[in-house]
Each structure stands twice: as structure tokens, then as C-alpha cells.
């Protein structure tokens, strides 16, 4: 399979996919070469792909994925605390944000003005 059925198939640019092989995220396993150095990828890469998309969409970096594939393969222990680890990661994160979103309603409640200049209170409202 071509780069560009790859791409369309996993929904992906070409150039994310050149730079994954870059970063070590696509393996040799992938990918076959052609005669002509093009590169034919097996059908297992649009499974692997979607992986590494979800992988991503929940908060995972790409160093974190190297790092998952460089331990070529882990135990479900080790998968385990992995995952709980992220979850971690996203409970604090929203624990921010919270704390961040009550802190900005407490900002609406002040006579806080920009008007005279950023941070400024309004000292002649009573």
C-alpha cells in the first residue's frame, strides 16, 4: 500500500506519517521497499496507526509512544500502571482547569476594569 492510500485511509497527512517514521514510530516491521526504494506498507499499519492516533488524542506525546515501543512489548501489569498513570495525569489536569475556571468567575465578581488600564480597580463604583 502507498503512502497516500495509508494517509487517506487513516485520515493522516503524508508529512505526519514521513515524520512518524522519522521519530521511530513507524517501524521497519511496516514498511516494505520496492525495488525503486518506494515504500509499500502492509495493511497492519492502518490498525497501528489508529493505536498512535488514539494514543495521541488522549493525551499521550509522541515520546511516550516511542518509549512504549522501544520496550517491545510490556506486561499487562506494566500496561496497567501505565494507563493509570495517564489518568492520573488527566485528573490533575482537570483539577486545574477547574481551579482556573473558578478563579476567572471570582475575576468577574471584582471591579477589576481594563478601561483604565489593565488590572485596575474602578474605585469610583460604589
Known amino acids: ?3 497516500s492510500e495509508v494517509a487517506q485511509r487513516v485520515e493522516l497527512p503524508i508529512s505526519t506519517i514521513r515524520y ?3 521519530m521511530g514510530i513507524i517501524t521497519d516491521e511496516y514498511i516494505l521497499r520496492e525495488q525503486n526504494n518506494y515504500r509499500n506498507y502492509s495493511s497492519e499499519i492502518l490498525d497501528y496507526l ?3 492516533k488514539n494514543c495521541l488524542a488522549v ?4 515520546n511516550d509512544i516511542k518509549s512504549m515501543i522501544s520496550l517491545k512489548g510490556i506486561s499487562k501489569e506494566e500496561q496497567a500502571r501505565i494507563i493509570k498513570e495517564k489518568i492520573a495525569e488527566i485528573e490533575a489536569a482537570q483539577k486545574n482547569l477547574e481551579n482556573a475556571k473558578q478563579t476567572l468567575y ?5 471591579d477589576i476594569t481594563c478601561e483604565n488600564g ?7 463604583v460604589s
Open 59 to 62: 493525551g499521550f506525546t509522541i
Open 106 to 110: 471570582g475575576l468577574l465578581q471584582t
Open 50 to 52: 489508529q493505536v498512535v
Open 20 to 22: 512518524y517514521e522519522k
Open 118 to 124: 489593565f488590572g485596575k480597580y474602578d474605585r469610583t
Open 1 to 3: 500500500m502507498k503512502i
